[in-house]
């Protein structure tokens, strides 16, 4: 993804954060880890700010559920989808 977005563009995907969900020693229960909704991956909020920095990104999201990867800052054309 690294090589294939331009500086004035961003990355939108969707994935809930486990953030309070997964607790130590104790079974998972969450309805989102479960198998056979085919997730391979969970992620902290901490983690996907981890990742983005790893590989230059900025993070920020809409939601639980919706996220977005940007470079230094937002393209001025996608400036109205987000709050200041």
């Known amino acids: 993804m690294d090589s294939l977005l331009a500086d004035d563009r961003f990355i939108l995907f969707s994935t809930l954060l486990s953030d309070g969900k997964i607790e130590r020693n ?38 639980n559920g919706l996220h977005v990867l940007f470079r230094s800052e937002i393209p001025s054309w996608a400036e109205h989808l987000f709050k200041k």
């Open 26 to 63: 104790k079974r998972l229960t969450w309805w989102y880890a479960s198998p056979r909704n085919g997730h391979i991956s969970l992620f902290s909020r901490k983690s996907l700010v981890l990742a983005a920095i790893k590989y230059h990104f900025n993070m920020g999201s809409f939601s």
